[in-house]
């Protein structure tokens, strides 16, 4: 009896030898398909649909394009400050925290930029010596060689120009007779609160290295330093036509930084015009920022495409 057929399993005759009488395929082609290797089954590859030519520079563009929160959270930071400003109790906490650090640290800038040691704390500023010392002068000029390489490691641009602008200032101030200091010294303090409250206004426009945690932080900065700024040149907006509204004295009794200032020289309008050319100089310095983000916004990619 010939063997059964491989593929239907019957053992009949067959009128073809060579064949299976029920399903007639044939034996000798069936065996070569079977001996036949299997083709084999390639992974269906994912088709990537190609990018326009133009697509690099449209990412890259709107990578490096402003965020759209320039435009409207200076303008929200003033008015809070404008409100919180508009009241006595208000006032009196933005003097008790923005206004008197910025204060604080005026003076103790200005003495680090003459190689002298200062310790701010909030209302009062220490220091061990009157005059210059090596050593502090040697801390001051590496710390801010340090926080320019920092900066330019971690592309840090805006960063690394503080610090140049500051070495710049650092050198230039120690052709200052010590007489002419002492007297800018008291001078600093309201100085400070007019262009260190601005700076921190500036900054918000900046990148920070990542481990400064600069992205929530600078919103605080924003809002103290409008707060700050817009206390200040309220006290000498006040004053035009009273100068009994100009902050005389100190906090903890005695003269205070204009009582210096009138007792080296100072006249009183002196006085009044230079705070207020200080704070056109710092306004303008924001309105600058201002509009040159908003302008970036309106003509990069980016700042195309939130709009729409």
């Keep these: 009896m010939p063997p059964p057929c491989p593929h239907c399993g019957y053992s009949g005759p067959s009128l073809d030898p060579g064949t299976c009488g029920r399903c007639g395929v044939v034996f000798s082609r069936l065996h070569s398909e079977a001996a036949r290797k299997p083709d084999v089954v390639l992974p269906i590859e994912a088709v990537i649909p190609e990018e326009p030519d133009d697509a690099p520079e449209v990412q890259a563009a709107e990578a490096e394009a402003p965020r759209t929160e320039n435009r409207w959270a200076l303008p929200l930071a003033f008015g809070v400050a404008f409100v919180l400003n508009s009241t006595g109790c208000g006032r009196l906490v933005v003097y008790a925290t923005a206004s008197n650090w ?5 003076h103790a800038s200005w003495r680090w930029l003459n190689g002298r040691s200062a310790f701010p704390t909030l209302f009062f500023t220490f220091y061990s010596q009157p005059g210059r010392s090596v050593v ?3 801390l001051v000029v590496g710390g801010l060689f340090a926080l320019f390489v920092w900066a330019r490691r971690e592309e840090c641009f805006g960063l690394a120009g503080l610090a140049v602008l500051f070495f710049v200032a650092f050198v230039g101030l120690l052709a200052l007779p010590p007489a002419r200091e002492h ?15 601005t700076l921190w206004v500036l900054l918000f426009y900046y990148r920070f290295p990542d481990v400064v945690r ?3 932080l600078r919103w605080v900065f924003l809002f103290l330093g409008a707060a700050a700024y817009t206390r200040i040149l309220g006290v000498f907006w006040k004053s035009r036509e009273d100068m009994t509204l100009l ?13 210096r200032l009138l007792s080296a020289g ?5 006085i009044r015009r230079t705070y207020f050319m200080t704070a056109l100089v710092c306004g303008l310095l924001m309105a600058a920022h201002y509009l040159y983000f908003e302008w970036r916004l309106e003509t990069s990619p980016g700042g195309r495409l939130a709009r729409r």
């Design 214 to 216: 600069w992205e929530r």
């Design 102 to 106: 910025a204060h604080e640290l005026g």
């Design 183 to 197: 007297v800018l010294e008291s001078f600093a303090g309201l100085f400070g609160e007019f262009w260190i409250s």
């Design 247 to 259: 902050p005389w004295g100190s906090f903890f009794g005695g003269d205070g930084d204009l009582d």
């Design 266 to 270: 100072w006249l009183v309008p002196f």
């Design 136 to 138: 502090f002068t040697l």
